[in-house]
T-cell receptor
Framework: DQQVKQNSPSLSVQEGRISILNCDYT??????FLWYKKYPAEGPTFLIS?????DKNEDGRFTVFLNKSAKHLSLHIVPSQPGDSAVYFC????????????FGKGTSLLVTP | EAQVTQNPRYLITVTGKKLTVTCSQN?????MSWYRQDPGLGLRQIYY???????DKGDVPEGYKVSRKEKRNFPLILESPSPNQTSLYFC?????????????FGPGTRLTVT
């Protein structure tokens, strides 16, 4: 039972434009959300996170938005760069689950020059 | 440099031949975990360990064993590998001291079982 869903397997964006990656979740107990980025032949690396007490968190070109009522979060990358081309995983956890993360299936982002 | 290392990075083996994939972290993390990544399925947890001598099953533990005798090491053991265990495997570690308990991943081990 997939509790974290990334419904777009892939996304293509032109360099300089905004990339928006979406993630939906079903478990209302999730209270912390993370985005991981994965290049081929490498492990996922932590990118940005957001607590459920916030609705926005920004780090440079990356911003994550959380809409708790819709159980939806999104990652915005502005401006997109070719080096951002990677697979992006959304993950979520609850306070009760400790370290356990529920991952989405990932969205492959391609930023074209 | 803080890191999670895995060995080997690539492995081709035959059905039934026992193998071990090693994982080591140098961050003194108490939590370690193994995942497998398959096309269309994302990352699925195999086993995890909350600390030394404490291990538990994840979502897909069948066919795998783990041990945690030392804090830094968390080997994944396939006693009798089968072709359906052909996958990309990641080890990860985390600490309660990290806000949000972010997990740090190793570079992955590509396993092919023929």
């Amino acid at each position: 039972d997939q509790q974290v869903k990334q419904n777009s397997p892939s996304l293509s964006v032109q360099e300089g434009r905004i990339s928006i990656l979406n993630c939906d979740y079903t478990n209302s107990m999730f209270d912390y959300f993370l985005w991981y980025k994965k290049y081929p032949a490498e492990g996922p690396t932590f990118l940005i996170s957001i607590s459920s007490i916030k609705d926005k968190n920004e780090d440079g070109r990356f911003t994550v938005f959380l809409n708790k009522s819709a159980k939806h979060l999104s990652l915005h990358i502005v401006p997109s760069q070719p080096g951002d081309s990677a697979v992006y995983f959304c993950a979520a956890r609850t306070s009760n689950s400790g370290y356990a993360l529920n991952f989405g299936k990932g969205t492959s982002l391609l930023v074209t020059p | 440099e803080a890191q999670v290392t895995q060995n080997p990075r690539y492995l081709i083996t035959v059905t039934g031949k026992k193998l071990t994939v090693t994982c080591s972290q140098n961050m003194n993390h108490e939590y370690m975990s193994w995942y497998r990544q398959d096309p269309g399925l994302g990352l699925r947890q195999i086993y995890y360990s909350m600390n030394v001598e404490v291990t538990d099953k994840g979502d897909v533990p069948e066919g795998y064993k783990v041990s945690r005798k030392e804090k830094r090491n968390f080997p994944l053991i396939l006693e009798s590998p089968s072709p359906n265990q052909t996958s990309l495997y990641f080890c990860a570690s985390s600490s309660w001291a990290s806000e949000g308990y972010e997990q740090y991943f190793g570079p992955g081990t590509r396993l092919t079982v023929t």
